[in-house]
């Protein structure tokens, strides 16, 4: 387990600054598409491929804000924050354990509210937006992978001699719970579109 500690603390810092970078990229064209539409309502954003895959249907039936401002702009602050996170551990920085928890609590919470979105998306709207599905990836793979951070620096502390032999398992197998969940996700979405992709395939 310590060989797998030892690479998880090399690759961190460089797996929060990648995916800062694409959710910046995302956040960047979705806020772009989001003005565009609220400028013009029959603006169609390039990434209108098909009925399912429609970024216009869910930016103008979502309807979803914080304190009145789109959600995509609070998306670039956020992931501007987590470059700037991931370069500062690259260039040497040290952060304490409250940042660290706060850090894990701030991606929980927005890990949940990105699948409020996916399931408002695929259940309610009846559409899918690709570049909110890459945010969704993003989330999920630095949820999980800052949580196993946080046990490995111990920024998360296992009491238990129960609970350290489950991460044991776990942490040997964290590639295939994340591949699991990520397949379990997209066999559900391919189920609520079969409609659709089922002539298809």
């Not at 169609?44 to 009925?51: D, H, Q, R, S, T």
Request: charged residues 10%.
């Amino acid at each position: 387990m310590s060989a797998n500690r030892l690479t998880l603390q090399k690759v961190f810092p460089y797996l929060v600054v990648a995916g800062g970078i694409i959710g910046l990229v995302a956040s960047f064209i979705l806020t772009r598409d989001v003005l565009a539409i609220l400028h013009n309502p029959h603006y169609v954003p390039a990434c209108n491929l098909n009925p399912v895959f429609n970024c216009g249907k869910v930016i103008n039936e979502s309807h979803d804000t914080i304190f009145g401002v789109q959600l995509p702009i609070f998306g670039i602050g956020l992931f501007a924050v987590l470059i700037a996170a991931g370069a500062g551990m690259l260039a040497g920085a040290k952060y304490k354990r409250w940042y660290w928890l706060t850090f894990q609590t701030l991606m929980t919470l927005g890990t949940i509210g990105a699948y409020y979105l996916l399931a408002k998306s695929a259940f309610q709207i009846h559409a899918l937006c690709p570049f909110c599905l890459s945010m969704d990836v993003v989330a999920t793979t630095l949820l999980w992978y800052t949580t196993l951070y946080n046990i490995d620096t111990g920024a998360i502390r296992l009491r238990r001699a129960k609970a350290k032999a489950i991460y044991g398992w776990v942490r040997r197998h964290h590639l295939d719970i994340l591949i699991t969940w990520f397949l379990i996700v997209i066999g559900i979405l391919l189920h609520q579109f079969w409609y659709y992709y089922g002539k298809i395939l």
